[in-house]
T-cell receptor, first 109, second 114 residues
Framework: GENVEQHPSTLSVQEGDSAVIKCTYS??????FPWYKQELGKRPQLIIDIRSNVGEKKDQRIAVTLNKTAKHFSLHITETQPEDSAVYFCAAHLGRLYFGRGTQLTVWP | DSGVTQTPKHLITATGQRVTLRCSPR?????VYWYQQSLDQGLQFLIQYYNGEERAKGNILERFSAQQFPDLHSELNLSSLELGDSALYFCASSVLEGAAETQYFGPGTRLLVL
């Protein structure tokens, strides 16, 4: 199967700063990379995704980049707000989704 | 609202007991996935069903079993419960099997074993 590593496990930033979360995957056949946001006690919700034929995708303050050669992808959040505080999970699709262990992002006002 | 429903929302039971968690996928989705999330832990994949058939197994204990019915809803059965089984159990659904597409998560069932 696939192995997804996610770093950092915790991230604290000041409101207005940028946050970057990085993931690596092991199998070059993985072809779809979604990011989920999970607020405390709630369901994981898709916030952005990218497919292997695209290098970058942006949606307002959120962007994802993919480097297929290096087998890593990253989530970038700009102009962070306190409501961005949550756990973020990356995943890679290889027959099914393989999830990273999550990053607890805290945005301080 | 993702369109995936799970019941019950909360479940409190005792060690040694058996419980059944239920999931209804989004309309049109044929694949159902079950995940376990313990406190401060990630999403542990348990099992996947597609159109009534088991397709993939993750770290699912032998005490746990699941099935998907003809109407596509799925049930996860947990037996001989232990304290360590206390967790959030999510199901997710997607349209196809093995396709690179989004999984939509239900609200989860919070299980507490005392």
């Amino acid at each position: 199967g696939e192995n997804v590593e996610q770093h950092p496990s915790t991230l604290s930033v000041q409101e207005g700063d940028s946050a970057v979360i990085k993931c690596t995957y092991s199998d070059s056949a993985s072809n779809y990379f979604p990011w989920y946001k999970q607020e405390l006690g709630k369901r994981p919700q898709l916030i952005i995704d990218i497919r292997s034929n695209v290098g970058e995708k942006k949606d307002q303050r959120i962007a994802v980049t993919l480097n297929k050669t290096a087998k890593h992808f990253s989530l970038h959040i700009t102009e962070t707000q306190p409501e961005d505080s949550a756990v973020y999970f990356c995943a890679a699709h290889l027959g099914r989704l393989y999830f990273g262990r999550g990053t607890q992002l805290t945005v301080w006002p | 609202d993702s369109g995936v429903t799970q019941t019950p929302k909360h479940l409190i039971t005792a060690t040694g007991q058996r419980v059944t968690l239920r999931c209804s996928p989004r309309s049109g989705d044929l694949s159902v996935y079950w995940y376990q999330q313990s406190l401060d832990q990630g999403l542990q994949f348990l099992i996947q069903y597609y159109n009534g058939e088991e397709r993939a197994k993750g770290n699912i204990l032998e005490r746990f079993s699941a099935q998907q019915f003809p109407d596509l809803h799925s049930e996860l059965n947990l037996s001989s419960l232990e304290l360590g089984d206390s967790a959030l159990y999510f199901c997710a659904s997607s349209v196809l099997e093995g396709a690179a597409e989004t999984q939509y998560f239900g609200p989860g069932t919070r299980l507490l074993v005392l």
